[in-house]
């Protein structure tokens, strides 16, 4: 007589846990000695072309709470629109931009880098992208890396002829990827990244 299969319960989503600032920025959680500098806590290592900015990076749940427990990393192309490749022959391996960083949000949510606004980059069928910066999040609860853009509002012109932007039918959809400038001694760009709900932002299946 054949036995009942019984039925199998659902194992637990792989998330990132509560443990993300400990295990990839420990010196921002005061554990010392694993790495001298968090990685990519710094991108400028010296002399660099191009318009030295900040960017602040908040990220906000599905209830319009700041997400105090995120990791941002950032990828960008460099003033003149060319990407770092560290592992080339003829690379630097400590160029004074390194078009990588990596950032831990405060309890208010917000990631802050300081880098340079990058270049025009090269996009599909030789046409240029507009100035634009890479994003992938992490948090509690996410399964998956979060992958999305952040272009800046003053590229008006570039924004508009964007290959990846005009792949978002709703117009105002393209709104939750343009960051807004705040003039200063070091101008500033803002970026709402919200996790869920009506503002959700745009992110990408890559």
Not at 152 to 158: L, M, N, P, R, S
Not at 172 to 196: F, K, M, N, S
Request: proline share 9%; glycine share 10%; hydrophobic share 40%.
């Amino acid at each position: 007589m054949l036995h009942k299969t019984p039925s199998l319960r659902e194992t637990p989503s792989q998330t990132a846990g509560p443990y993300v600032h400990i295990g990839m920025t420990p010196n921002f959680c005061g554990i010392t000695g694993v790495y001298s500098a968090d990685p990519g806590a710094t991108m400028i290592n010296g002399a660099v072309e191009g318009e030295r900015i900040a960017l602040a990076i908040r990220i906000i749940d599905g209830a319009g709470a700041p997400v105090g427990d995120g990791v941002v990393e950032i990828w960008q192309a460099d003033a003149n629109g060319s990407f770092v490749a560290p592992m080339s022959p003829n690379s630097n391996s400590v160029p004074a931009f390194t078009g990588w960083g990596r950032q831990p949000a405060n309890e208010q949510g917000v990631a802050a880098f300081e880098t340079i606004k990058p270049g025009p980059a090269p996009g599909p069928n030789g046409s240029l992208q507009a100035p634009h910066v890479l994003l992938w999040i992490v948090a509690r609860g996410i399964n998956i890396g979060l992958q999305t853009r952040l272009y800046f509002a003053d590229e008006a012109e570039a924004n508009a002829t964007d290959y990846v932007l005009n792949r978002i039918p709703d117009p105002r959809r393209r709104q939750t990827l343009i960051a807004q400038r705040e003039d200063g001694a070091v101008p500033r760009y803002t970026l709402d990244i919200h996790l869920q709900g009506e503002n959700e932002t745009v992110f990408f299946d890559v």
